[in-house]
């Protein structure tokens, strides 16, 4: 099982931008993909964005594309969300993700990466609010 800490949250005007973090521990990182989630108010919680166990493969929702960007740090199992021209529909409660239950090497694209229940290990949330 992986235990996961996110940080990096907090209170932005439109157009700003903030960086998330998420510290895996209890297995290997370099082993297993990573990915965020969020969940805004009175919503279902939606795929962000996803980075392959080599970080050479990236994955976006269509509508953080462009603005933001995920990375990963294997030395210090440490995986990044850099989010710029921030918008106010990006104010959610935002999650890290890991572990998917199938193997990368199963499938290739995007599309297991974007269904909630297909990772094994979640963290807390960390709170995004964009003002206008």
């Known amino acids: 099982q992986v235990q996961l800490v996110e940080s990096g949250g907090g209170l932005a005007q439109a157009g700003g931008s903030l960086r998330l973090s998420c510290a895996a521990s209890?297995?290997?990182?370099?082993?297993?993909?990573m990915g965020w989630f969020r969940q805004a108010p009175g919503k279902e919680r939606e795929f962000v964005a996803a980075i392959r166990r080599s970080g050479g493969n990236t994955y976006y929702a269509d509508s953080v594309k462009g603005r933001f960007t995920i990375s990963r740090d294997n030395a210090k199992n440490t995986v990044y969300l850099q989010m710029n021209s921030l918008k106010p529909e990006d104010t959610a409660v935002y999650y890290c993700?890991?572990?998917?239950?199938?193997?990368?090497?199963?499938?290739?694209?995007?599309?297991?990466?974007?269904?909630?229940?297909?990772?094994?290990?979640w963290g807390q949330g960390t709170q995004v609010t964009v003002s206008s």
């Open positions: 993700a890991a572990d998917p239950r199938v193997a990368e090497e199963y499938y290739s694209g995007s599309y297991y990466y974007t269904g909630e229940a297909n990772w094994r290990s």
């Open positions: 209890g297995r290997t990182f370099s082993s297993y993909a």
